[in-house]
């Protein structure tokens, strides 16, 4: 009996129910403390108990009329306890008379507790567990009536009702904290990855914003501020209009129809800077479902740059292969012209040649080398400007009025003879550029305007500089023949010339404005015909050293 009752007493899965309820040396609690009044006054016993039976004690959830100690301790041990055989039998127990109770005389309970007449009934759990009973207790002998057995059940039963509502209202609420504490990591995880959304857009290089449906904005990105120049509070005080040329919106107006339409619009366009300057960027909006617009703005300024440099190359190609043309055609020409030349005078020598050393055989021989000279002058001239552009050329720091001495020794003896003289400005800057180019343009500009000097008036050569719109421009000038207006721009073409009288290939000016580009300048001419010509070689600011 004994061992019988401990087993079902140990059993695990009801001590893990009756655990989970969580009662156990808890605090009184009026649901239960009523139930026991109830019984016992309609039992008239003076004890009531609500005893929930653990592996080595009863617990009291409800105590009334207990003795003290047991009622402050509220618990005894099995030795002192009934209860623990309604636990072990699941059935009622009903004791008129302990002390004649072979199975109960033993008990404790009699001598300390003064427990006589006992009638108790379980406390059944839904699962079938029964964790403890409920109780009425006498002092002294009690014949149990059916019927106040029947009370006890029901008020047993009321027990586990209310034991029941406790347990679905702590599961209830166990179940609320998990919910509350699931839907905590659910916001926090939210915010998290808005916040880390966030510093991906506040870090992305393109600018990012958000616009109402007109277009004022929203939100804007640290990318899109640096974009306009603007700080945020300022670009979120204007509209997308605020920042698009006024003549873009004329021409080229916001597609709203189809953004409304749901389609995700890419374009090009200009964006007004704060500082004034244009900022072309690549924009993608999009309408979002509230109706605010969402778009990524890319600078394009580089790209912009790129094409319009490829766009330049293009041309420039173009160009020289229209150049090379005329170059292959000018060039087969006049090579052409010296050979016809040589080999006329070959055959008027070879009819000579029988009668010998004659001054006419001298002659054509003369002809023929001086054929041959113009021929090597031609490929020579050839030769230089094919190097130049292919041959990186050593920049050098040059003294202007030191070089131009230096070149002008050179000319001399031709200035004597041609009654000329040169007036160099005094005040000459140092540049850094190509010594050898700069003594074949400068040399080509003297020789010219030598060549195209007029007899009737002596020959006056001023050499001078300006520094305009932040460029070098230095200046050739002269009192010679002047140029036409029509030839004015064609004589730095290959082969062209506007004087045939004179002696020359047409190359030395093309030569010489190669040699300027290469700097990365220009070189024009002004000139009144009959009065003179100023040829200019303009050169970016960066060349000018000292001024
Ligand atoms: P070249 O002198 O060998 O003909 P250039 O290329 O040096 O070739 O000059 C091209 C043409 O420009 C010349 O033929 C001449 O008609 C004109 N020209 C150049 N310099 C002067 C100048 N200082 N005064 C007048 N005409 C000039």
Not at 51 to 56: A, E, M, Q
Request: hydrophobic fraction near 40%; proline fraction near 5%.
């Amino acid at each position: 009996m004994v061992a019988q009752v401990a087993q079902v007493l140990q059993n695990p899965r009801r001590l893990a129910a009756l655990y989970e309820l969580g009662m156990l040396d808890t605090p009184a609690e009026q649901a239960f403390d009523r139930l026991s009044r109830l019984a016992a006054r309609i039992l008239k016993t003076p004890v009531a108990l609500v005893s929930l039976v653990d592996s080595d004690r009863q617990f009291f959830k409800s105590c009334l009329g207990l003795p003290e100690p047991w009622s402050r301790w509220r618990e005894t041990p099995l030795s002192h306890s009934f209860c623990q055989h309604v636990v072990a039998t699941g059935q009622p127990l009903v004791v008129p008379d302990a002390r004649r109770d072979p199975h109960l005389l033993d008990n404790l309970a009699i001598r300390d507790l003064n427990v006589i007449a006992y009638l108790g009934s379980p406390l059944i759990l839904s699962g079938g567990q029964v964790i403890g009973s409920f109780c009425v207790i006498d002092t002294k002998p009690r014949a149990w009536t059916d019927e106040q057995i029947s009370i006890v059940r029901d008020l047993a039963a009321s027990v586990m009702t209310e034991i029941g509502l406790r347990h679905a209202s702590s599961e209830l609420e166990r179940r609320v904290q998990e919910r509350t504490r699931d839907l905590r990591t659910t916001n926090e995880a939210l915010s998290e990855s808005e916040s880390r959304y966030r510093e991906l857009v506040e870090l992305a290089a393109d600018g990012i914003f958000i616009s109402d449906a007109d277009g004022r904005f929203i939100e804007v990105n640290a990318a899109g501020c640096e974009l306009s120049g603007y700080a945020r509070e300022e670009v979120l005080s204007r509209g997308f209009n605020d920042l698009i040329p006024g003549t873009d919106r004329e021409h080229d107006p916001p597609r709203l129809e189809e953004l409304h339409a749901g389609r995700t619009i890419v374009r090009e366009r200009r964006v007004l800077h704060k500082d004034g300057t244009i900022v072309p960027v690549e924009i993608s909006v999009k309408q979002l479902p509230s109706g605010r617009l969402q778009g990524i703005v890319r600078d394009i300024t580089a790209r912009k740059k790129v094409e319009a440099e490829r766009e330049r190359l293009l041309a420039e190609l173009a160009a020289r292969n229209v150049e090379m043309e005329s170059f292959i055609y000018t060039i087969s020409h006049d090579l052409k012209t010296p050979l016809i030349t040589i080999n006329g005078f070959a055959s008027v020598l070879a009819q000579m040649l029988p009668r010998g050393d004659t001054p006419e055989a001298r002659d054509s021989l003369a002809e023929i080398a001086k054929a041959a000279e113009v021929m090597k002058k031609h490929i020579e001239d050839l030769l230089t400007l094919s190097r130049i552009g292919r041959v990186v050329a050593e920049m050098n720091a040059l003294s202007m009025d030191v070089f131009l001495t230096e070149v002008l020794s050179n000319f001399a003896q031709r200035l004597r003879s041609a009654n000329g003289r040169v007036e160099l400005a005094p005040d000459l800057p140092t540049l850094l550029v190509a010594r050898d180019g700069f003594i074949r343009v400068f040399s080509n500009l003297l020789d010219n305007a030598i060549k195209y000097r007029r007899p009737e008036a002596p020959l006056v050569i001023e050499i001078g500089w300006r520094h305009d719109a932040g460029e070098i421009r230095l200046f050739v000038r002269d009192n010679g023949q002047g140029i036409k207006p029509q030839f004015q721009h064609r004589i730095f073409g290959l082969f062209q010339r506007a004087d045939s009288r004179t002696e020359g290939t047409g190359v030395g000016l093309a030569i010489s404005k190669r040699v300027v580009e290469t700097h990365g300048g220009t070189m024009w001419v002004e000139s009144q015909p009959g009065q003179g010509s100023t040829f200019w070689i303009g050169l970016p600011g960066s060349a000018l050293i000292e001024p």
